[in-house]
């Protein structure tokens, strides 16, 4: 706004100066608002965008924060959460993988277990047909003596004494044999009785002669030890 000056003091303006102060001074308040109100829409438009620049990139950093504490980007965000899932998804199968192991450990384990149940049975069934097996060998070489009351057998067959040696019945009595049992001798030839060792005593049945033969250390009357008929 341009302001008319004088040059000496005190004298007034005349009325067209004054219009033209006011009408420059309205038409420089004009151009000022103006150009202030262009410039602070330019610089309000400026800051605007800015703001609305900051805004939306500190939204989008705050969105990428929002399922979680501290500072990133949404990329780091996501690939936080893509990272998350496969990790998730590997610990998964880490885990199923350990399951499987354990899973098969188990079934190893029952695996052990049964082939150590079979393997004790089997243990077991072989210790007890070697146990039977060395109590029948042990009952048969039983060289101890056996005192007893009596002998039942209640089994089938007829019960047999074998002895590689003598078999001697020893009693402070008789030897007795009981009715209905009878006393049965050995049954031999003459070829087997004379291969026997006869001492004074021995008695069977020759099936040659169809006699009852004792044996005596003097058979004919003159010391010589023999074969006799016994009837």
Request: cysteine-free.
């Amino acid at each position: 706004m341009a302001i008319t000056l004088r040059g000496v003091k005190g004298s007034s303006l005349t009325h067209p100066e004054l219009d033209t102060n006011f009408t420059d001074l309205v038409s420089n308040d004009y151009n000022t608002y103006n150009t202030l109100k262009v410039t602070q829409d330019a610089n309000d438009y400026s800051t605007y965008t800015t703001l609305t620049a900051n805004i939306y990139n500190t939204f989008a950093y705050l969105n990428a924060n929002s399922s979680g504490v501290g500072g990133g980007t949404l990329a780091n965000d996501y690939n936080t959460y893509i990272s998350a899932m496969s990790n998730d998804y590997s610990t998964y199968v880490a885990l199923s993988g350990l399951i499987n192991t354990v899973s098969g450990n188990v079934t190893a384990a029952y695996a052990n277990d049964y082939n150590t149940y079979a393997t004790i049975d089997a243990n077991v069934y072989n210790t007890y047909e070697a146990l039977e097996s060395n109590t029948y060998d042990t009952y048969n070489n039983l060289y101890v003596m056996v005192t007893g009351y009596s002998y039942n057998s209640n089994g089938n067959g007829i019960p047999t004494i074998t002895s590689n040696t003598n078999i001697n019945l020893i009693a402070q009595g008789a030897v007795a044999i009981t009715s209905p049992a009878v006393l049965r001798l050995p049954r031999m030839n003459t070829s087997i009785r004379n291969a026997a060792s006869a001492q004074a005593g021995d008695m069977v049945f020759n099936t040659d002669s169809e006699t009852f033969q004792g044996y005596t250390s003097d058979s004919d009357g003159l010391g010589n030890p023999g074969w006799v008929d016994l009837h």
